[in-house]
């Protein structure tokens, strides 16, 4: 028997954007702990704006669990938050997502590293030159001294832990980053997206560089703001598909633009402004190839049928990986199948 370190991951009460937190139990096991050896746990809510302090306990229930290379005999647990009367708790997006095992989401996750208050290769009074070479670049002008061994490190780190990263780049602003998640089954990307969220923001601790994940954290200027893309699809989707289906499916969408903005992310206004390959905010629209749409139709899915994925580029790099898997499998379960 060893003993593990178990470190427990959970979101708390904050609106309009929720923390991940974690704290550590230490356990015995004879090997690596599997999921259902791991046991329920609890924590203050009242210090987390989960409960009030007289009736403070929050369960915590683990739904995934992913190896820590950061640390000798070690695990990430993800866990959902609970009401001591067993009943999931507000906070808990997680328990709102249609469970479907043949879903498939990936979801693209931009960010910014800051140093001293600026974004990573900032002077500290102005801009660096303008946007163009940082996308994909390379070298120091770019890509200066640290960010790209903080990227890498937080890859390996993920990785090591099993999660299923499909890439990473340089982004379009200085200082910018993206890291790519792809899972099958309705939870399973969501749950990774917050696993690595907070895997980056642990390792950047030792760097002490801060993760700016706000939309648009330069303010109203031309410097990118960030997305958190949203690539999806059913088993409908895939096999069947077709246009007419495809056209339903773009209508309740339209339909419910608003819920959908309303997950999104917050100060979403500030990036869906119609520039920057964005569509406006009080706008829904699909095009071919099109990254000034609300959902981007890739060339593959109208050349194989009108079947295959679809990318909502609407939400935000604050948002809530959960809640936007909710909303969108919502509004396809609205579409009837012909």
Not at 109 to 127: A, V
Not at 245 to 254: D, I, N, P, S, T
Request: proline fraction near 6%; charged fraction near 25%; include cysteine.
């Amino acid at each position: 028997m060893a003993k593990y370190k178990l470190e427990y991951l959970w979101l708390d009460g904050y609106q309009p954007v929720r923390n991940i937190r974690g704290k550590t139990q230490i356990k015995e096991f004879a090997s690596f702990p599997k999921l259902e050896e791991l046991p329920d746990w609890g924590f203050d809510g009242s210090s987390t704006r989960q409960a009030p302090g007289g009736s403070s306990d929050c369960v915590l229930k683990p739904v995934a669990v992913y190896p820590d290379s950061t640390r000798r005999n070690a695990a990430l647990v993800m866990c959902e938050v609970y009401n001591a009367d067993g009943t999931p708790h507000d906070s808990n997006d997680r328990a709102t997502i249609l469970d479907d095992s043949d879903t498939w989401f990936g979801f693209e996750q931009e960010y910014f590293l800051y140093q001293d208050g600026r974004p990573l290769g900032f002077p500290e009074h102005g801009y660096p030159a303008p946007q163009g070479p940082y996308y994909t670049g390379v070298g120091y002008n770019n890509v200066g001294d640290i960010a790209r061994q903080i990227v890498e490190e937080h890859l390996d780190i993920c990785l090591d832990a099993g999660i299923n990263h499909e890439g990473i780049n340089a982004e379009v602003a200085k200082g910018q980053w993206e890291f790519q998640i792809f899972g099958k089954g309705s939870k399973k990307a969501a749950d990774e997206i917050w696993v690595a969220r907070y895997i980056l923001e642990r390792l950047c601790e030792k760097y002490c560089v801060q993760v700016e994940y706000h939309c648009k954290p330069l303010g109203p200027t031309d410097w990118n703001g960030s997305g958190m893309h949203c690539n999806f699809s059913t088993k409908y989707m895939r096999e069947v598909g077709g246009e007419p289906y495809f056209l339903a499916l773009m209508a309740q969408f339209e339909k419910n633009c608003a819920e959908h903005i309303a997950v999104y992310g917050p100060d979403n206004h500030m990036r869906l402004t119609g520039l920057h390959e964005t569509q406006s905010i009080d706008q829904f629209s699909w095009g071919i190839a099109d990254r000034g749409a609300s959902i981007r139709v890739p060339h593959s899915f109208k050349k194989n049928g009108w079947k295959g994925y679809l990318e909502d580029r609407r939400p935000n790099s604050q948002g809530n990986p959960y809640q936007i898997a909710s909303r969108v499998l919502k509004t396809i379960s609205e579409v009837p199948k012909p």
